[in-house]
């Protein structure tokens, strides 16, 4: 019912930055929020920034506020993620997610959400 697709990964040095990009089509009608999440090897999926349906409610994991912004154009159904001052513990799949509508939990929980794009991949040297 709803697509995303990522992309804007690579190969950046640490304090260097990134933008990454996730287009959305569908029925998006009953979409509440859209969020990125990573996954390193051997971890959990974890949120790191989370946007409403008119941008105007943003959410942040504290370990990448002030250095992450997430924003949207709605125009061209996208979403994007502004990464400054990485950290090499920023190595990770990168995935975009949708969810159905408001809920009880919380924006930054993987299992809020019902649709999930293929992931692009961000690898920090230092």
């Known amino acids: 019912q709803v697509q995303l697709v990522e992309s804007g990964g690579g190969s950046v040095q640490a304090g260097g930055s990134l933008r990454l990009s996730c287009v959305v089509s569908?029925?998006?009608?009953?979409?509440?929020?859209i969020t990125w999440f990573r996954q390193a090897p051997g971890s959990e999926r974890e949120g790191v920034a989370a946007?409403?349906?008119?941008?105007?409610?943003?959410y942040y994991a504290d370990s990448v506020n002030g250095r992450f912004t997430i924003s949207r154009d709605i125009a061209k159904n996208s979403v994007y993620l502004q990464m400054n001052s990485l950290k090499p513990d920023a190595t990770a799949m990168y995935y975009c997610?949708?969810?159905?509508?408001?809920?009880?939990?919380?924006?930054?929980?993987?299992?809020?959400?019902?649709?999930w794009g293929q992931g692009t991949q961000v690898t920090v040297s230092s």
């Open positions: 946007i409403s349906t008119s941008g105007r409610m943003q």
């Open positions: 569908g029925n998006t009608v009953s979409n509440n929020y």
């Open positions: 997610a949708a969810d159905r509508g408001p809920s009880l939990v919380s924006v930054l929980f993987p299992r809020r959400y019902t649709y």
